[in-house]
């Protein structure tokens, strides 16, 4: 069985495919509506998007122009980070349904539990008004699950508290050579998925020459290793490329590592700080 056509099961009772194309940085538009109907036609049924992106309209279309049933593509977006009432939270999730053009979305998070412009600032009591809002989507069925976005596990153990549905999700940034131990230990304790944005690390490690050797006895390309790796932590790695190539190629990713090599990788640390690694893209 294709990664794309296997599912991680949810805490919420619904089930995610295990790869999803994640779309941050593509153009409003020509671009990021070719990628995503790319990414559709070559077997990609999940597709992550936000309101801070500004191209959920060319999600929207492309899911709506690729002539799969609605019900077969899981759609997420998120609740911009700034948006920290529940008054808020409700006015940008209108405008995401107005803007992708769909009548529900699988999966909708809170992107960060602090402002960008103001990381590490305490949000608690805030972060639990966007949920109660979050929740109130759930209830009327524009939602199918919600979850997180950037959370650590102190970030998540004082949302719990407030949680009548416990998040189905938590999506931070994770890489091969990224110790991300204690977040991941987190949502493991509480049955919250961990997915895996900038599994590639913006394109820095995709030359890896450590990488690189160990995809070639697997017979496979270093990016292809790194989602595999992410694949066989049981997380959901969110691969974004724009080139037709690279989309098709980061689905496939049916190989196994072995325990031996997981070990090697779990071991990697700074993998993104190598030479040569801002000399390389993978888009």
């Known amino acids: 069985m294709s990664a794309l056509t296997e599912t991680f099961p949810l805490n919420s009772g619904t089930t995610i495919p295990k790869i999803g194309f994640g779309t941050w940085l593509l153009k409003e538009g020509e671009e ?18 936000a309101r801070a992106y500004h191209n959920e309209a060319s999600v929207g279309r492309a899911v709506r122009d690729s002539g799969v049933p609605r019900e077969e593509i899981f759609v997420t977006s998120k609740v911009p980070a700034e948006s920290k009432s529940y008054e808020a939270a409700v006015e940008q999730f209108d405008i995401t349904l107005r ?5 529900y979305l699988d999966l909708l998070l809170i992107h960060a539990p602090w402002p960008w412009n103001e990381r590490g600032k305490d949000c608690r009591a805030e972060n639990k008004e966007v949920w109660r809002a979050m929740e109130s989507f759930v209830a009327d069925g524009r939602v199918r699950a919600i979850g997180i976005s ?9 949302l719990l508290p407030a949680c009548t549905i416990v998040p189905a999700v938590d999506q931070i940034q994770w890489y091969i050579g990224l110790d991300v131990s204690d977040t991941v230990a987190a949502c493991n304790e509480h ?20 990488l690189v050797e160990m995809g070639r006895r697997y017979e496979v390309s270093a990016p ?5 790796y992410l694949l066989q932590k049981g997380a959901v790695p969110l691969p ?41 893209s993978w888009s």
């Open 32 to 49: 990021c509506y070719r990628a995503v109907r790319v990414a559709v036609e070559a077997g990609y049924r999940h597709i992550d998007t």
């Open 150 to 158: 950037n959370f650590t596990r102190s970030d998540i153990e004082s």
């Open 191 to 210: 049955w919250i998925l961990v997915e895996a944005y900038s599994p590639f690390a913006h394109g820095r490690i995709v030359n890896h020459p450590d």
């Open 224 to 228: 292809q290793l790194s989602l595999r």
């Open 99 to 103: 803007e992708i053009g769909l009548d």
């Open 240 to 280: 974004k490329a724009t080139s037709p190539d690279h989309i098709r190629a980061n689905a496939e990713v049916d190989f196994e590592i072995s325990d031996a090599d997981m070990a090697v990788l779990d071991a990697m640390r700074d993998t993104e700080s190598h030479p040569g690694a801002a000399e390389f």
